[in-house]
Nanobody
Framework: QVQLVESGGGLVQAGGSLRLSCVGSGGSFSLYAMGWFRQSPGKEREFVAAISRNGVTPYYADSVKVRFTISRDNAKSTMYLQMNSLRPEETAVYSC????????????????????WGQGTQVTVSS
């Protein structure tokens, strides 16, 4: 089983940038497809971005395309989310998730696709 720990959240002004990290331990990180989700107060958790286990195939929610970049470094058991041009409505707890172990090289966008979750990191975007 893999354990996930996020970091990199914080307070940023609208239009600013943050980079989130998600470190995995306890499993073969390269065998897990990974994703980022976020949840704002009073709202359901929503998909942000996903990446295949080999890092070749990213997939994004339409709302973050172009502005966000997902990546991973399997040698460091770490996934990243570079967030640019942040908006106040993107204030949320951002959580990383893992699916696997798997030999599939697909990314996954549904919350139900994932079996392992981190605790989340708060991102606050001020206007």
């Amino acid at each position: 089983q893999v354990q996930l720990v996020e970091s990199g959240g914080g307070l940023v002004q609208a239009g600013g940038s943050l980079r989130l990290s998600c470190v995995g331990s306890g499993g073969s990180f390269s065998l897990y497809a990974m994703g980022w989700f976020r949840q704002s107060p009073g709202k359901e958790r929503e998909f942000v971005a996903a990446i295949s286990r080999n890092g070749v195939t990213p997939y994004y929610a339409d709302s973050v395309k172009v502005r966000f970049t997902i990546s991973r470094d399997n040698a460091k058991s770490t996934m990243y989310l570079q967030m640019n041009s942040l908006r106040p409505e993107e204030t949320a707890v951002y959580s990383c998730a893992a699916r696997g172990p798997t030999y599939s090289i697909d990314p996954y966008s549904r919350e139900s696709d994932y079996g392992y979750w981190g605790q989340g990191t708060q991102v606050t975007v001020s206007s």
